[in-house]
């Protein structure tokens, strides 16, 4: 619902509307990522549950979250090695399940 | 082979101490949501922040055990050069926290890890030391921290994810205390010294349930062992068995023969109000430390409980052998205390 109002509000500032789409995720993960830095993101979550945890917010939150908790350990064996710790998974089954998709909808 | 009398070992896991050892002083340090709790104004030092101005939460740990250890030491007017040992553990790997707090006590180390039940693990070693003629003076000391035991088996603090209702929240806080040969305060009486018990649960959010069979375990060879029944005592504590672990443990030692439920508490179940988003209740080290030695050691002092049963629970898991899909064992280990 807020992504659809800031869609909207996209559209309203001129983006056409099959573009509007990019800019509206790229909002939404900023916001999961400004309300993880100040410590709501895990609150509302615990209510929200998969509401907020399943769509982009939810991976936008374990990469900072990761990255603010790591950020004692140093830049780059801290926040760069750790950050897609828990993220990670995501982007490799990601990747290999668009691969497979892919394959069965060329051979098709 | 000659043989060699143990003079001093009662039953198959218990010890009688005959020698006087009392619980000289003990401190706390509370952190921010335990100093909210119902049992705040028993605490020595409060927080309302986890990170007490340190650069990491480790750290922060670290303090708040230092902080106990001396506010120990300064109620029983000792420094630490008239410690023979110091015997403390945490949960954190290599136990951490304990050491970086021995080094700047510089007192002989023993560094434990019993998972959360390193309070009554190190009241255990240093009773039998004292006991045995080795120590005088032994300082004992635990701590937990949310932040740092969060990160370590779980996921990072600002990771958002939706808690199990069974879940316990870790305790942020230390405890610490003197055992003496000499002095007034409570007498550390009997020690039963627990076994590994595995009751196969591999949710490691399910930790009460986990170890409510080795808490059941250690009370009924207790009262095997010392040939008592749960009414000698005032109060039956275990450390951090939360709500669900509690009911287990009354049930399992009521099918053995034992209704131990009308002098039973639970420190995880005692330390946070219901509504302040705990679920099942607390755990950690400093959970049984916070409880028992802020608390009850204060009711024993003033004379309105004689004889308690100690009993701290620890989950002896590690987040390796939790996704490598092992089960979780457990342990508790009880101590008997009157005044």
Not at chain 2, 32 to 53: C, Q
Request: hydrophobic content about 45%.
């Amino acid at each position: 619902m807020l992504g659809q109002a800031i869609l909207n509000l996209f559209i309203a500032l001129g983006v056409p509307e099959q573009q509007a789409g990019n800019p509206t995720v790229a909002t939404v993960i900023l916001i999961a990522a400004v309300m993880t830095g100040f410590g709501i993101f895990d609150d509302i979550a615990r209510v929200a549950g998969a509401g907020i945890a399943v769509p982009v917010t939810g991976f936008a939150n374990s990469v900072t979250s990761m990255a603010i908790e790591f950020r004692r350990e140093g830049l780059v064996l801290g926040t760069g090695a750790k950050m897609f710790a828990l993220a990670g998974s995501i982007i490799v089954f990601g990747v290999v399940t668009a691969f497979i998709i892919g394959l069965i909808s060329a051979l098709i | 082979m000659q043989s060699y009398t143990v003079e001093r070992k009662i039953g198959k896991q218990s010890v009688l101490l005959e020698k006087t050892v009392t619980l000289l002083s003990s401190a706390t340090v509370a952190g921010p949501k335990e100093s909210l709790g119902p049992l705040s104004a028993f605490f020595d030092r409060h927080y309302d922040d986890t990170i007490l101005k340190e650069k990491s939460f480790e750290r922060a740990e670290c303090h708040m055990l230092e902080e106990a250890c001396h506010l120990a030491l300064g109620k029983a007017g000792l420094s630490p050069e008239d410690m023979d040992y110091f015997i403390a553990g945490d949960l954190l790997n290599q136990v951490i926290s304990a050491s970086f707090c021995a080094r700047g006590l510089a007192i002989p180390f023993l560094g434990i890890y019993g998972a959360c039940s390193t309070l009554t693990e190190g009241l255990s070693i240093g009773g039998m030391l004292v006991q045995g003629g080795f120590a005088r003076n032994v300082l004992v000391a635990t701590s937990s921290h949310n932040c740092t035991a969060e990160r370590q088996y779980r996921y990072p603090t600002e990771y958002g994810y939706q808690r199990p209702g069974y879940a316990q929240w870790t305790v942020t806080g230390a405890g610490a205390v003197i055992l003496s040969s000499e002095g007034e305060g409570p007498r550390l009486e009997s020690i039963t010294t627990g076994k590994v018990v595995d009751a196969g649960v591999k949710d490691p959010f399910d930790l009460g349930v986990a170890m409510a069979p080795a808490a059941a375990d250690t009370i009924y060879n207790h009262f095997i062992d010392l040939e008592r029944e749960p009414s000698y005592y005032n109060l039956i504590l275990t450390g951090d068995l939360g709500g669900m672990g509690k009911k287990l443990n009354e049930d399992i030692l009521a099918s053995k023969g034992f209704n131990i439920e009308p002098n039973y508490s639970d420190c995880g179940v005692l330390l946070y109000y219901p509504h302040q988003k705990v679920d099942a209740g607390g755990s950690g080290c400093a959970c049984s430390a916070l409880v028992f030695l802020g608390h009850f050691y204060k009711k024993m002092m003033e004379k309105e409980l004689h004889k308690v049963l100690l009993v701290a629970t620890g989950a002896l898991h590690s987040p390796t052998t939790y996704l490598q899909r092992e089960s979780i064992p457990a342990i508790a280990h009880a101590v008997s205390l009157e005044i």
